[in-house]
C-alpha cells in the first residue's frame, strides 16, 4: 500500500470526476439485491471520504479506515458537518482492528489493487471476514482488470488547474503496475514539486476468487463495471461481492 503525502491535498480536486453518488446508489441496488438493510457500514481504504460522506448523509452508520493518515485528515475536514460523524480509523487493511462486527464493507476505487503483496491481501480478506456480521455481512470491492492494465501500461496522463500541475505515467511489470507522480502546486508567487510512486498489483478473477474462498467467503459473485452483467471480458472494472459463512 501507498502513502499519499503529497497527493492527499489535491485528491479531491484530480477526482472530481469519479461519480461518487453514483457508487452510492450501485451500492444501494447491490443491498437490496443482496436482501440486506445495513445500518453500520465500513468504507475500506476510505481515502479522503467523499463516499463515506454520501453514505453518511443517507442515514448509514459509517466507519472509515485508511492506512494513509494524510488522507485522513483529508477525510475528517470532508465530514466535519455530518451527524453523527463517522468514526475514522488509521488502519492498514491486513491489520483492520475494529470494536465490533459491521454489516458491510465496501473498498472502492482499486484499493485491493493497492495491496501489491498477494500475502497481505489474504491477510486483509480475513480480517474483514472477521469482522463482518455474521449470516449477513456483505463484503463489497472492485478491481482494475488486467485488460485495463495493459491500455494504461506507457502511458501518460494530465491533470491540471490554475494552482496545481500533475503529471504521471504507468509502467507495467511482472504484474506490477507502477505509477511515478510529479506534482507542481504554486504557492504565493513561487511553484514548489513533489514526487510520489505508487504500484498496483494485477489480480485475476481466479485469484480474488480462491484468496476469498480461503478466507471463509461464500456465494461470490463478480459484475461488470456498476452493473449487474455477468463479467464477459474486456472491462475496465469489475465489482465482486462476497457473503460470510454463517
Same mark, same amino acid.
Request: net charge negative.
Given at each position: 500500500? +501507498?502513502?499519499?503525502?503529497?497527493?492527499?491535498?489535491?485528491?479531491?480536486?484530480?477526482?472530481?470526476?469519479?461519480?461518487?453518488?453514483?457508487?452510492?446508489?450501485?451500492?444501494?441496488?447491490?443491498?437490496?439485491? &443482496?436482501?440486506?438493510?445495513?445500518?453500520?457500514?465500513?468504507?475500506?481504504?476510505?481515502?479522503?471520504?467523499?463516499?463515506?460522506?454520501?453514505?453518511? &448523509?443517507?442515514?448509514?452508520?459509517?466507519?472509515?479506515?485508511?492506512?494513509?493518515?494524510?488522507?485522513?485528515?483529508?477525510?475528517?475536514? +470532508?465530514?466535519?458537518?455530518? &451527524?453523527?460523524?463517522?468514526?475514522?480509523? +488509521?488502519?492498514?487493511?491486513?491489520?483492520?482492528?475494529?470494536?465490533?462486527?459491521?454489516?458491510?464493507?465496501?473498498?472502492?476505487?482499486?484499493?485491493?489493487?493497492?495491496?501489491?503483496?498477494?500475502?497481505?491481501?489474504?491477510? #486483509?480478506?480475513?480480517?474483514?471476514?472477521?469482522?463482518?456480521?455474521?449470516?449477513?455481512?456483505?463484503?463489497?470491492?472492485?478491481?482494475?482488470?488486467?485488460?485495463?492494465?495493459?491500455?494504461?501500461?506507457?502511458?501518460?496522463?494530465?491533470?491540471?488547474?490554475?494552482?496545481?500541475?500533475?503529471?504521471?505515467?504507468?509502467?507495467?511489470?511482472?504484474?506490477?503496475?507502477?505509477?511515478?507522480?510529479?506534482?507542481? #502546486?504554486?504557492?504565493?508567487?513561487?511553484?514548489?514539486? #513533489?514526487?510520489?510512486?505508487?504500484?498496483?498489483?494485477?489480480?485475476?478473477?481466479?485469484?480474488?476468487?480462491?484468496?476469498? &474462498?480461503?478466507?471463509?467467503?461464500?456465494?461470490?459473485?463478480?459484475?461488470?463495471?456498476?452493473?449487474?452483467?455477468?463479467?464477459?471480458?474486456?472491462?475496465?472494472?469489475?465489482?465482486?461481492?462476497?457473503?460470510?459463512?454463517?
Amino acid at each position: 500500500m +501507498n502513502s499519499y503525502q503529497a497527493l492527499s491535498a489535491y485528491y479531491d480536486r484530480f477526482t472530481d470526476d469519479v461519480g461518487y453518488a453514483d457508487w452510492a446508489d450501485f451500492f444501494e441496488r447491490l443491498f437490496a439485491r &443482496e436482501g440486506i438493510q445495513p445500518k453500520l457500514v465500513l468504507d475500506l481504504a476510505c481515502g479522503t471520504g467523499s463516499l463515506t460522506r454520501i453514505l453518511a &448523509e443517507r442515514g448509514y452508520e459509517m466507519i472509515g479506515a485508511d492506512a494513509s493518515p494524510e488522507m485522513l485528515m483529508q477525510a475528517m475536514q +470532508n465530514t466535519m458537518d455530518c &451527524e453523527p460523524r463517522p468514526l475514522f480509523l +488509521n488502519q492498514r487493511m491486513e491489520a483492520l482492528d475494529l470494536y465490533g462486527t459491521v454489516d458491510a464493507c465496501l473498498c472502492c476505487l482499486d484499493s485491493i489493487n493497492y495491496v501489491t503483496e498477494p500475502q497481505t491481501l489474504q491477510k #486483509a480478506f480475513e480480517r474483514v471476514h472477521l469482522f463482518l456480521e455474521p449470516k449477513s455481512g456483505l463484503f463489497v470491492f472492485d478491481i482494475n482488470t488486467p485488460e485495463k492494465f495493459a491500455c494504461m501500461d506507457g502511458n501518460a496522463y494530465v491533470r491540471e488547474d490554475e494552482d496545481v500541475f500533475c503529471v504521471w505515467q504507468a509502467a507495467v511489470e511482472d504484474s506490477l503496475c507502477a505509477y511515478q507522480f510529479d506534482i507542481f #502546486a504554486r504557492e504565493g508567487g513561487k511553484w514548489t514539486r #513533489a514526487q510520489e510512486t505508487h504500484e498496483e498489483r494485477i489480480y485475476t478473477v481466479e485469484q480474488l476468487t480462491d484468496m476469498l &474462498e480461503k478466507a471463509g467467503f461464500s456465494e461470490i459473485k463478480t459484475y461488470g463495471d456498476q452493473s449487474f452483467a455477468p463479467v464477459r471480458g474486456g472491462e475496465d472494472r469489475i465489482y465482486f461481492t462476497a457473503r460470510k459463512r454463517d
